[in-house]
């Protein structure tokens, strides 16, 4: 996402073009021609045309929704409970230019097509008597009739179909304009009803129903109406013989409108389905980090199973049904001619070329809309109507409380933070729920710092939501005077530069902006970027430390100018330096006149503060200055640490509190795979060190050229084996020779029928066309006698003759078309499947780089779009292709029947078409991978704004973000409006080829008339009619193909990512199931860089970490601690040796090493589901240790008291868990899993000192045996650890125990501790000595430790190179020598 983008594309030709070139699309000549030269990007196409805009389309319409409410919500209409309807706000918006559209289809289908097959009956009448009464001129003049009706219908047809699709796409970017303004007004109790993954569908597929149900919708009205012409028509060509087709005909209409209620109940099915299945994708891919480090891919692959089944069990019965449809159509002009004319027959009347050609082209005609467009309306319609209502249902979810009083912003001596007697609730997921906060009071004045302190759980960011307005007091009042800005407790970082997410839409103010980065300590940080602030950060942030994400999203709420500032624990992510730097120079200093509300977990700080205001489970404990309190009596820590533990914490917190990211932003606050290209971007790396490279955060692939031959071989060769794939071939081809041969064989009936007639011997020949009923019964043995089956039968064959071989025809066409048709679409099916299962098993095996180099929504489209095209799109367009290529081909071969000269046309335009396709595909390719790439960014930056939704409304920054979204919506209507354009063209110039030949053929006849019958002149000629709209749809969907293949090459592409090394150990390396038995861990000479061109993170870390030891991990931000812990795990794999209890970790399958290791992370991330899959995804433990593991966590009596207990639902994200909470279940997991080693990475950055007390106290109950590797910027965390590991631009500077570190002034890590204060640095000082003393007395001693000067711990066995490489300097050195002598 990239914000204030006003890049402008080049101006559309289409505002320029006369009548004519737009008529035949003329203007899109210049750009075929150079598309045809060069690849085409997103620079080469146009702006959108003046009505296109995205924000002119959304206002359109959402100024007829407002009507539509405003009108249910009169008093008049309340009591009626009349619900809004969007599909009556559409047709008002877009109802009129699109009903003018169908004065074209009118001539279409109504005047051109219905004068053309009279037109030929003259012609063919012409032909078939010797005694015309039609001259040759007449007949020249009928013959132009022909070829004009083809050329009229060519003009009219495209500029129609064009007009349709861009009313649909007109449609489909105001819904989805309007969609995405409901998201960022959505109340927290609607979005406790919905998913981002219902969004991101809705988006995706519900609104491209539009594109497509538009097309066919004037042949609800068109169709009848034809009908009833070509009817009279025909009753007087052939007498009430017609109405039997017209009911055969009539019964299809039903038939359908009840498949068309069919297809959307299934497709609604399908629509959910599909939601669950992408919401599961949306979550798997978000906590991608997590599920790898404790091994759960294979239960998460298991979940996505189950639902990618229950999708396809639907689509399965959406397939039988579509191929009943289509069978039916392919055979149904057979049926309705044969039983028509078989009445013809019995009711005395005989066959003539003139009245079967007539009737034949009348017939598929009527046939064609009737039975095609007419039904396909019905259906698409009903399936936009489900979209719709699901689009209604979302628009009418609730909204967030607007302000009424716009009212002027106050002085700032005026402004204030006034509550009295509040008392707010959560909206409720289910649960009964306490109050979140009961009877708060206290206001708050400009220059005040006004903290908020307790433990998780209490209401603390609950009440930043109620100054926010995120929600509404059910008791006492809030009053806010003054502008508001707002820093998250997780940072919210979207994709784009630096500079882009701090000021968010907002003018660029030099003087404030530098201001603000020193402030936020960040300018250090912009000076090792490569860019400086101009550097792209990925989605989530995910080239920034955690620390950086932190700052970058203070320095944002710091940009504002405002009158309030609300900050969420901002000081957690950091360390004791950089915190103290940001509450002195940013919260006391950069905003000293200002309204502050902080909201910390850091004691340290509350002495510098105005107002401390302390929750206990969401009631006042205790409220005043640091001294008023402490005087009262009251220690703030112990008020906070002594609290019982089964305190009641809130579990009914929405996505604006827990933040969204939890559930559409990867866990990825670890982040390190590219944070540190280079060196870390935050490392304390000298001037000399090289600056690191541009974050690979790339720009989608986008292949080029021809979909590859090899492409299609394996989305079939998906489908089924070898044999699968002939028996198909087979079917197809017997079925097209089926087809054609009734066609060929009807013409040798006509023939032989006109002849008998001339010859006088039809009553002779034809003895029961005066047949009754009764009668009826003697046919088949007077057949048998006299019907001649022998010689050359075929040549003339009698009625009885022509009747059976047409009904065996018939009947077989029917039959295999049937097997054709079902063996198909299981085919596909079959090979969506495949496709989805692979490229899901690649996904979930790529190694995590891959996660922080594509954002979500790009890989989310991969699964939604790609999978969804697989599933319903090209199936239908390939069928199209190939059922159309034989017919086309069929055609061909009767009319070299007819005469082998009038293929002699075919030879020239067949080159023409070849060169003329070649040259369309080069620039239709690359429109429609345009379109593809360009839609990305739309579900991108959905995903971005849903995360940062309560900093967006905070900041009131929901104008600009709909902006960006308008000009994403506008760049992917400007390819999508060429890919229409580029469509038509082909489809049109394609027609005027096929018109060609019409002509060709139509004149020869004339020419060949000596020599020809009429029913042979009608055959070709008809044939050659037939090709005219059917043979330029059949090469465009054959590039709709090539296009829709394009979704299945994205998908292979992603199914053939590289892989993590294997999960399993190799037989005879798998390590024993005891093992590690100690937890003895040895680094050596360990580097670790996240790709083979990046500078290393790490550098040759050389340590042993003995069993049962208990490390703290300290650095400043960007160090590489976190990527120790990646080192670890083997996210990416390390260079040098890692080894656990005698083995070498990447001698190793990644499971038996990832399994045995525990980790609580540094965002916890929790899934949607019951809390028991939460702790226990494969099931493997009993509920007693599920208890027990709970209990350790400190959440026994939390989780009791919810109604279902174990089996209690957490919302996506676990989001109505506070963060904390979260925290303390990841704790629970590791308590479960027994493992010998444990990780805590920065584990209590979000909670307060008293659970960070319980999370180590249960830490040293429970892992007494473990060891422990601790990264924590709280220093009182790990100041009791055996050993410190300080670490600084990717070396490890120092290790030894913290008590003997701090007794060297030039220590870093006593400048570390001295950065907290004078008073918590003795107070850590002396928990050091405690520690240190506890472990001498209990004989734990460091018996290998290596002591320099003052007995400090200096780098173990470091030789004076290494220290060098390392960066130490001459004096680092001399300890290590004076060490080893």
Same mark, same amino acid.
């Given at each position: 996402?990239?914000?204030?983008?006003?890049?402008?594309?080049?101006?559309?030709?289409?505002?320029?073009?006369?009548?004519?070139?737009?008529?035949?699309?003329?203007?899109?000549?210049?750009?075929?021609?150079?598309?045809?030269?060069?690849?085409?990007?997103?620079?080469?196409?146009?702006?959108?045309?003046?009505?296109?805009?995205?924000?002119?389309?959304?206002?359109?319409?959402?100024?007829?929704?407002?009507?539509?409410?405003?009108?249910?919500?009169?008093?008049?209409?309340?009591?009626?409970?009349?619900?809004?309807?969007?599909?009556?706000?559409?047709?008002?918006?877009?109802?009129?230019?699109?009903?003018?559209?169908?004065?074209?289809?009118?001539?279409?289908?109504?005047?051109?097509?219905?004068?053309?097959?009279?037109?030929?009956?003259?012609?063919?009448?012409?032909?078939?008597?010797?005694?015309?009464?039609?001259?040759?001129?007449?007949?020249?003049?009928?013959?132009?009739?022909?070829?004009?009706?083809?050329?009229?219908?060519?003009?009219?047809?495209?500029?129609?179909?064009?007009?349709?699709?861009?009313?649909?796409?007109?449609?489909?970017?105001?819904?989805?304009?309007?969609?995405?303004?409901?998201?960022?007004?959505?109340?927290?109790?609607?979005?406790?009803?919905?998913?981002?993954?219902?969004?991101?569908?809705?988006?995706?597929?519900?609104?491209?129903?539009?594109?497509?149900?538009?097309?066919?919708?004037?042949?609800?009205?068109?169709?009848?109406?034809?009908?009833?012409?070509?009817?009279?028509?025909?009753?007087?060509?052939?007498?009430?013989?017609?109405?039997?087709?017209?009911?055969?005909?009539?019964?299809?209409?039903?038939?359908?409108?009840?498949?068309?209620?069919?297809?959307?109940?299934?497709?609604?099915?399908?629509?959910?389905?599909?939601?669950?299945?992408?919401?599961?994708?949306?979550?798997?891919?978000?906590?991608?980090?997590?599920?790898?480090?404790?091994?759960?891919?294979?239960?998460?692959?298991?979940?996505?199973?189950?639902?990618?089944?229950?999708?396809?069990?639907?689509?399965?019965?959406?397939?039988?049904?579509?191929?009943?449809?289509?069978?039916?159509?392919?055979?149904?002009?057979?049926?309705?001619?044969?039983?028509?004319?078989?009445?013809?027959?019995?009711?005395?009347?005989?066959?003539?070329?003139?009245?079967?050609?007539?009737?034949?082209?009348?017939?598929?005609?009527?046939?064609?809309?009737?039975?095609?467009?007419?039904?396909?309306?019905?259906?698409?319609?009903?399936?936009?109507? %489900?979209?719709?209502?699901?689009?209604?249902?979302?628009?009418?979810?609730?909204?967030?409380?607007?302000?009424?009083?716009?009212?002027?912003?106050?002085?700032?001596?005026?402004?204030?933070?006034?509550?009295?007697?509040?008392?707010?609730?959560?909206?409720?997921?289910?649960?009964?729920?306490?109050? !979140?906060?009961?009877?708060?009071?206290?206001?708050?004045?400009?220059?005040?710092?006004?903290?908020?302190?307790?433990? %998780?759980?209490?209401?603390?960011?609950?009440?930043?939501?109620?100054?926010?307005?995120?929600?509404?007091? !059910?008791?006492?009042?809030?009053?806010?005077?003054?502008?508001?800005?707002?820093?998250?407790?997780?940072?919210?970082?979207?994709?784009?530069?630096?500079?882009?997410?701090?000021?968010?839409?907002?003018?660029?103010?030099?003087?404030?902006?530098?201001?603000?980065?020193?402030?936020?300590?960040?300018?250090?940080?912009?000076?090792?970027?490569?860019?400086?602030?101009?550097?792209?950060?990925?989605?989530?942030?995910?080239?920034?430390?955690?620390?950086?994400?932190?700052?970058?999203?203070?320095?944002?709420?710091?940009?504002?100018?405002?009158?309030?500032?609300?900050?969420?624990?901002?000081?957690?992510?950091?360390?004791?330096?950089?915190?103290?730097?940001?509450?002195?120079?940013?919260?006391?200093?950069?905003?000293?006149?200002?309204?502050?509300?902080?909201?910390?977990?850091?004691?340290?700080?509350?002495?510098?503060?105005?107002?401390?205001?302390?929750?206990?489970?969401?009631?006042?404990?205790?409220?005043?200055?640091?001294?008023?309190?402490?005087?009262?009596?009251?220690?703030?820590?112990?008020?906070?640490?002594?609290?019982?533990?089964?305190?009641?914490?809130?579990?009914?917190?929405?996505?604006?509190?827990?933040?969204?990211?939890?559930?559409?932003?990867?866990?990825?606050?670890?982040?390190?795979?590219?944070?540190?290209?280079?060196?870390?971007?935050?490392?304390?790396?000298?001037?000399?060190?090289?600056?690191?490279?541009?974050?690979?955060?790339?720009?989608?692939?986008?292949?080029?050229?021809?979909?590859?031959?090899?492409?299609?071989?394996?989305?079939?060769?998906?489908?089924?084996?070898?044999?699968?794939?002939?028996?198909?071939?087979?079917?197809?081809?017997?079925?097209?020779?089926?087809?054609?041969?009734?066609?060929?064989?009807?013409?040798?009936?006509?023939?032989?029928?006109?002849?008998?007639?001339?010859?006088?011997?039809?009553?002779?020949?034809?003895?029961?066309?005066?047949?009754?009923?009764?009668?009826?019964?003697?046919?088949?043995?007077?057949?048998?006698?006299?019907?001649?089956?022998?010689?050359?039968?075929?040549?003339?064959?009698?009625?009885?003759?022509?009747?059976?071989?047409? !009904?065996?025809?018939?009947?077989?066409?029917?039959?295999?078309?049937?097997?054709?048709?079902?063996?198909?679409?299981?085919?596909?099916?079959?090979?969506?499947?495949?496709?989805?299962?692979?490229?899901?098993?690649?996904?979930?095996?790529?190694?995590?780089?891959?996660?922080?180099?594509?954002?979500?929504?790009?890989?989310?489209?991969?699964?939604?779009?790609?999978?969804?095209?697989?599933?319903?799109?090209?199936?239908?367009?390939?069928?199209?292709?190939?059922?159309?290529?034989?017919?086309?081909?069929?055609?061909?071969?009767?009319?070299?029947?007819?005469?082998?000269?009038?293929?002699?046309?075919?030879?020239?335009?067949?080159?023409?078409?070849?060169?003329?396709?070649?040259?369309?595909?080069?620039?239709?390719?690359?429109?429609?991978?345009?379109?593809?790439?360009?839609?990305?960014?739309?579900?991108?930056?959905?995903?971005?704004?849903?995360?940062?939704?309560?900093?967006?409304?905070?900041?009131?920054?929901?104008?600009?973000?709909?902006?960006?979204?308008?000009?994403?919506?506008?760049?992917?209507?400007?390819?999508?409006?060429?890919?229409?354009?580029?469509?038509?063209?082909?489809?049109?110039?394609?027609?005027?080829?096929?018109?060609?030949?019409?002509?060709?053929?139509?004149?020869?006849?004339?020419?060949?008339?000596?020599?020809?019958?009429?029913?042979?002149?009608?055959?070709?000629?008809?044939?050659?009619?037939?090709?005219?709209?059917?043979?330029?749809?059949?090469?465009?969907?054959?590039?709709?193909?090539?296009?829709?293949?394009?979704?299945?090459?994205?998908?292979?592409?992603?199914?053939?990512?590289?892989?993590?090394?294997?999960?399993?150990?190799?037989?005879?390396?798998?390590?024993?199931? !005891?093992?590690?038995?100690?937890?003895?861990?040895?680094?050596?000479?360990?580097?670790?860089?996240?790709?083979?061109?990046?500078?290393? %993170?790490?550098?040759?870390?050389?340590?042993?970490?003995?069993?049962?030891?208990?490390?703290?991990?300290?650095?400043?931000?960007?160090?590489?601690?976190?990527?120790?812990?990646?080192?670890?795990?083997?996210?990416?794999?390390?260079?040098?040796?890692?080894?656990?209890?005698?083995?070498?970790?990447?001698?190793?399958?990644?499971?038996?090493?990832?399994?045995?290791?525990?980790?609580?992370?540094?965002?916890?991330?929790?899934?949607?589901?019951?809390?028991?899959?939460?702790?226990?995804?494969?099931?493997?433990?009993?509920?007693?240790?599920?208890?027990?593991?709970?209990?350790?966590?400190?959440?026994?009596?939390?989780?009791?008291?919810?109604?279902?207990?174990?089996?209690?639902?957490?919302?996506?994200?676990?989001?109505?868990?506070?963060?904390?909470?979260?925290?303390?279940?990841?704790?629970?997991?590791?308590?479960?899993?027994?493992?010998?080693?444990?990780?805590?990475?920065?584990?209590?950055?979000?909670?307060?000192?008293?659970?960070?007390?319980?999370?180590?106290?249960?830490?040293?109950?429970?892992?007494?045996?473990?060891?422990?590797?601790?990264?924590?910027?709280?220093?009182?965390?790990?100041?009791?650890?055996?050993?410190?590991?300080?670490?600084?631009?990717?070396?490890?500077?120092?290790?030894?125990?913290?008590?003997?570190?701090?007794?060297?002034?030039?220590?870093?890590?006593?400048?570390?501790?001295?950065?907290?204060?004078?008073?918590?640095?003795?107070?850590?000082?002396?928990?050091?000595?405690?520690?240190?003393?506890?472990?001498?007395?209990?004989?734990?001693?460091?018996?290998?430790?290596?002591?320099?000067?003052?007995?400090?711990?200096?780098?173990?066995?470091?030789?004076?190179?290494?220290?060098?490489?390392?960066?130490?300097?001459?004096?680092?050195?001399?300890?290590?020598?004076?060490?080893?002598?």
């Amino acid at each position: 996402m990239e914000l204030n983008r006003n890049k402008k594309l080049n101006p559309n030709p289409r505002l320029k073009a006369n009548f004519l070139s737009a008529l035949i699309f003329w203007w899109v000549n210049p750009f075929m021609g150079y598309g045809a030269k060069k690849d085409l990007e997103v620079g080469d196409l146009y702006d959108v045309m003046p009505g296109d805009h995205s924000e002119e389309l959304g206002l359109k319409l959402q100024k007829e929704w407002d009507n539509q409410l405003a009108k249910c919500n009169s008093d008049g209409n309340k009591s009626k409970k009349l619900r809004p309807s969007l599909t009556k706000a559409l047709i008002k918006t877009f109802g009129l230019k699109f009903m003018l559209v169908g004065i074209l289809v009118f001539l279409e289908e109504c005047i051109f097509k219905i004068g053309q097959p009279l037109c030929l009956g003259q012609l063919v009448h012409y032909f078939g008597s010797d005694n015309s009464t039609i001259t040759t001129t007449q007949a020249y003049l009928y013959a132009t009739g022909v070829v004009l009706g083809s050329a009229l219908y060519t003009t009219t047809h495209h500029p129609f179909f064009f007009s349709c699709q861009h009313t649909g796409m007109q449609i489909r970017v105001a819904a989805c304009s309007l969609v995405y303004k409901k998201c960022l007004l959505l109340s927290q109790k609607a979005l406790g009803q919905t998913t981002i993954g219902q969004m991101v569908n809705i988006m995706s597929n519900d609104v491209n129903r539009y594109d497509f149900s538009v097309i066919f919708l004037h042949y609800l009205w068109v169709g009848p109406l034809q009908t009833l012409i070509s009817m009279a028509i025909l009753l007087h060509v052939i007498g009430p013989s017609c109405l039997v087709g017209l009911a055969v005909l009539i019964l299809f209409v039903p038939l359908q409108s009840w498949m068309g209620k069919v297809f959307s109940k299934l497709r609604l099915e399908t629509a959910k389905r599909t939601d669950e299945r992408i919401r599961t994708m949306n979550e798997i891919i978000s906590a991608m980090r997590v599920i790898k480090m404790y091994t759960w891919e294979k239960p998460f692959a298991k979940l996505i199973s189950d639902c990618r089944r229950k999708e396809i069990n639907v689509i399965r019965r959406t397939n039988y049904f579509r191929a009943l449809n289509m069978s039916l159509f392919f055979t149904s002009s057979k049926l309705i001619i044969f039983l028509t004319f078989l009445v013809f027959i019995f009711t005395g009347n005989h066959l003539t070329s003139e009245k079967v050609f007539v009737t034949v082209s009348l017939f598929n005609n009527i046939r064609l809309i009737m039975t095609l467009f007419f039904p396909g309306a019905i259906t698409m319609s009903a399936e936009a109507r %489900v979209s719709t209502k699901r689009i209604e249902n979302f628009l009418l979810l609730d909204e967030i409380e607007k302000s009424s009083k716009a009212k002027l912003r106050p002085a700032l001596s005026e402004c204030l933070i006034e509550l009295n007697q509040l008392t707010v609730k959560w909206p409720a997921a289910g649960e009964k729920e306490d109050n !979140t906060l009961t009877d708060i009071s206290f206001n708050v004045r400009p220059g005040q710092v006004f903290a908020i302190v307790g433990q %998780v759980g209490c209401g603390k960011s609950s009440l930043l939501n109620v100054i926010l307005g995120e929600l509404s007091p !059910t008791k006492g009042t809030c009053r806010i005077a003054g502008k508001v800005a707002y820093a998250s407790q997780e940072s919210w970082i979207f994709s784009g530069t630096v500079r882009q997410n701090i000021l968010c839409g907002l003018e660029y103010d030099l003087k404030r902006y530098k201001k603000v980065i020193k402030a936020c300590a960040l300018d250090k940080d912009f000076s090792l970027f490569p860019n400086n602030d101009q550097t792209t950060v990925g989605e989530r942030g995910v080239s920034l430390s955690g620390g950086q994400k932190a700052r970058v999203n203070l320095a944002r709420s710091l940009y504002v100018d405002a009158d309030i500032y609300l900050m969420d624990d901002p000081l957690s992510a950091v360390d004791t330096h950089v915190g103290r730097h940001l509450f002195d120079k940013a919260i006391n200093g950069f905003l000293r006149d200002k309204i502050r509300v902080l909201v910390t977990h850091q004691l340290q700080y509350l002495k510098d503060v105005d107002q401390i205001l302390i929750l206990k489970a969401g009631r006042v404990e205790a409220m005043g200055s640091y001294k008023e309190i402490s005087n009262s009596g009251l220690d703030i820590a112990k008020t906070i640490e002594d609290e019982e533990p089964d305190q009641e914490e809130d579990l009914t917190r929405s996505f604006s509190e827990c933040e969204i990211e939890s559930s559409i932003s990867r866990c990825g606050s670890i982040s390190n795979s590219i944070r540190q290209r280079g060196g870390s971007v935050a490392s304390r790396s000298s001037a000399k060190e090289k600056k690191e490279e541009k974050p690979a955060f790339a720009e989608e692939s986008r292949s080029s050229g021809s979909v590859s031959l090899k492409v299609y071989w394996e989305y079939f060769r998906s489908g089924g084996s070898c044999i699968y794939l002939l028996l198909f071939t087979f079917t197809c081809l017997l079925t097209q020779i089926l087809f054609s041969g009734s066609d060929y064989w009807l013409t040798l009936w006509t023939n032989a029928e006109e002849l008998r007639t001339r010859q006088g011997n039809v009553s002779e020949n034809s003895s029961f066309l005066n047949i009754t009923e009764a009668d009826f019964s003697n046919v088949t043995d007077e057949i048998k006698e006299n019907g001649p089956f022998s010689g050359e039968w075929w040549k003339e064959p009698d009625t009885y003759t022509g009747i059976y071989v047409f !009904t065996i025809l018939i009947v077989g066409v029917f039959i295999f078309s049937m097997i054709r048709t079902i063996h198909y679409f299981l085919m596909c099916m079959i090979s969506s499947i495949h496709l989805h299962n692979r490229m899901f098993q690649s996904i979930i095996r790529a190694p995590l780089l891959f996660f922080d180099q594509n954002p979500v929504g790009r890989i989310l489209n991969r699964f939604a779009k790609d999978i969804g095209c697989m599933d319903e799109m090209l199936p239908s367009a390939f069928f199209d292709v190939i059922t159309i290529a034989l017919t086309a081909i069929g055609i061909l071969f009767l009319v070299g029947l007819v005469n082998p000269w009038l293929l002699l046309p075919i030879l020239f335009l067949s080159v023409i078409f070849v060169k003329f396709r070649q040259f369309y595909l080069k620039t239709a390719r690359d429109v429609k991978r345009l379109e593809s790439t360009t839609r990305s960014p739309v579900f991108t930056h959905l995903s971005s704004s849903l995360v940062g939704l309560t900093t967006l409304r905070a900041h009131q920054c929901e104008v600009v973000f709909q902006q960006i979204f308008d000009e994403c919506q506008d760049v992917h209507s400007s390819a999508w409006y060429m890919f229409l354009a580029t469509t038509r063209w082909f489809g049109i110039w394609l027609d005027w080829i096929c018109v060609t030949y019409v002509a060709c053929v139509t004149y020869a006849c004339l020419g060949l008339s000596t020599s020809m019958t009429g029913s042979e002149a009608g055959l070709a000629i008809s044939s050659a009619m037939a090709l005219t709209g059917m043979f330029q749809w059949g090469v465009r969907q054959s590039a709709e193909v090539e296009n829709q293949m394009t979704s299945v090459e994205r998908v292979i592409e992603y199914s053939k990512l590289p892989s993590e090394a294997a999960l399993d150990s190799i037989t005879g390396k798998k390590p024993p199931d !005891t093992w590690p038995s100690s937890g003895n861990i040895q680094f050596d000479d360990m580097s670790l860089r996240y790709t083979e061109v990046d500078q290393p %993170v790490l550098k040759n870390i050389t340590c042993f970490v003995r069993a049962n030891e208990k490390i703290g991990i300290v650095g400043r931000t960007g160090a590489g601690k976190s990527s120790l812990i990646a080192s670890l795990f083997r996210l990416a794999e390390p260079e040098g040796r890692i080894i656990i209890d005698g083995i070498d970790s990447k001698s190793i399958g990644l499971h038996d090493l990832r399994s045995k290791i525990a980790i609580i992370p540094q965002d916890p991330v929790l899934f949607s589901g019951s809390l028991r899959k939460n702790l226990d995804p494969f099931g493997q433990y009993s509920d007693e240790a599920l208890w027990n593991s709970l209990e350790g966590a400190k959440l026994k009596d939390t989780v009791k008291e919810l109604s279902a207990g174990l089996e209690a639902n957490m919302t996506e994200g676990g989001a109505n868990f506070s963060v904390g909470q979260r925290q303390l279940i990841c704790l629970a997991r590791a308590i479960l899993r027994q493992n010998r080693i444990l990780v805590l990475d920065e584990a209590t950055a979000n909670v307060d000192q008293k659970t960070d007390s319980l999370i180590q106290l249960t830490i040293r109950e429970r892992f007494r045996d473990c060891t422990v590797m601790t990264i924590a910027h709280r220093l009182n965390t790990i100041m009791d650890s055996d050993r410190i590991m300080l670490l600084d631009a990717g070396y490890l500077k120092e290790f030894g125990e913290p008590a003997v570190l701090l007794e060297n002034p030039k220590s870093m890590f006593y400048s570390l501790v001295e950065q907290t204060g004078p008073i918590v640095a003795s107070q850590l000082t002396e928990l050091a000595k405690q520690a240190a003393e506890s472990r001498h007395q209990n004989g734990i001693d460091n018996v290998n430790q290596t002591n320099g000067i003052n007995g400090n711990s200096i780098h173990y066995l470091l030789c004076p190179k290494a220290s060098q490489e390392q960066g130490l300097d001459e004096l680092d050195i001399e300890f290590t020598e004076n060490c080893k002598l």
